[in-house]
């Protein structure tokens, strides 16, 4: 089942702050994040596995929270260049394997 | 350079001739995926293969056929294309299967009129 992305869409003032959460119905063993610019392949951020271990990546880091089904992506002091949309993927354990289930994805604008 | 490469990048055809988008990577990956992306839907699965000549289904595999005959390429056929098969696909590649980063080719986008 495909996880839920939250907003949908966010515009933010260069230097702000955002979050972007991924929830999901079932038991996830990791999370992945990628962002993709208009017109580009989406391009990896960072994985969190089970352990509820925060990553982080330049001014971008995640959590994940494993009892809740949750994971959070932050995104601080935002620069034009963190605009595009944002996709949380999850793993769970399905029938002969892991499988990675991709969001709707958030649309995030930064402008100056 | 490290890569996954799709073929033809922008194709427009007519409902019911045969395709093929052919995908391949450079990196000696096991696993590879194919993927459709619509507006508001996010990234769906097509199929997916943990390895040489094992391929299995993913979320929405209705209308699509794949093949892995060799580890690099991972071909998407569609055998009597549909307006509702008009998306944006692509293809990527991971180490194995599972925990690991995904990498994706520039896309395709294909038109069935």
């Known amino acids: 089942q495909q996880p839920v992305q939250s907003p949908q869409a966010v515009i933010l003032r260069e230097g702000e702050d955002a979050v972007i959460n991924c929830s999901s119905s079932k038991a996830l063993y990791s999370v992945h994040w990628y962002r993709q610019k208009h017109g580009e392949a989406p391009v990896f951020l960072m994985i969190?596995?089970?352990?509820?271990e925060q990553k982080g990546h330049e001014k971008i880091s995640a959590s994940f929270n494993e009892k809740k089904q949750q994971s959070s992506l932050y995104l601080t002091a935002s620069q034009l260049s963190y605009s595009g949309t944002y996709f949380c993927?999850?793993?769970?354990?399905?029938?002969?394997?892991?499988?990675?289930?991709f969001g709707a994805g958030t649309r995030l604008f930064v402008k100056a | 350079e490290a890569q996954v490469t799709q073929n033809p990048r922008y194709l427009i055809t007519v409902t019911g001739k045969k395709l093929t988008v052919t995908c391949s990577q450079n990196m000696n990956h096991e696993y590879m995926s194919w993927y459709r992306q619509d507006p508001g839907l996010g990234l769906r699965q097509i199929y997916y293969s943990m390895n040489v000549e094992v391929t299995d289904k993913g979320d929405v595999p209705e209308g699509y056929k794949v093949s892995r005959k060799e580890k690099r390429n991972f071909p998407l056929i569609l055998e009597s294309p549909s307006p509702n098969q008009t998306s944006l696909y692509f293809c990527a590649s991971a180490v194995r299967q599972g925990f690991n980063e995904q990498f994706f080719g520039p896309g395709t986008r294909l038109t069935v009129l």
């Open positions: 969190l596995l089970k352990g509820g």
């Open positions: 993927g999850t793993e769970a354990d399905n029938t002969g394997g892991f499988k990675t289930i």
